[in-house]
């Protein structure tokens, strides 16, 4: 089992940046794929971006492409989100996830069965 604890989020302006970190206990996070995925209020929960098992590949959702960068630490169990120019319309919850081994990026929510509780960020205009 592995449990995943989300941190970093908050309250910044648009235009600012912000980092997520997500670290994992139980089991490690290498052999695995990982996500980050968010949550605005009363939509569905939308992939952001992946990473495959030692950081070689990443992909992401177009909307944050350019803006976003997923990144892994395997030694210190931790997966990253730094968040740059955020906009408003970035507000939302934001829950990172990981996979059973596997050695693929994965942009759908069900390839994920590991999801820890959400880090809340708020954009403000």
């Known amino acids: 089992q592995v449990q995943l604890v989300e941190s970093g989020g908050g309250l910044v302006q648009a235009g600012g940046s912000l980092r997520l970190s997500c670290a994992a206990s139980?089991?490690?996070?290498?052999?695995?794929?990982m996500g980050w995925f968010r949550q605005a209020p009363g939509k569905e929960r939308d992939f952001v971006a992946s990473?495959?098992?030692?950081?070689?590949?990443?992909y992401y959702a177009d909307s944050v492409k350019g803006r976003f960068t997923i990144s892994r630490d395997n030694v210190k169990n931790t997966v990253y989100l730094q968040m740059n120019n955020l906009k408003p319309e970035d507000t939302a919850v934001y829950y990172c996830?990981?996979?059973?081994?596997?050695?693929?990026?994965?942009?759908?929510?069900?390839?994920?069965?590991?999801w820890g509780q959400g880090t809340q960020v708020t954009v403000s205009s």
């Open positions: 990473i495959n098992w030692i950081g070689a590949s990443t």
């Open positions: 139980g089991r490690t996070l290498s052999s695995r794929t």
């Open positions: 996830a990981g996979t059973n081994y596997d050695t693929q990026i994965r942009s759908t929510s069900t390839s994920y069965i590991y």
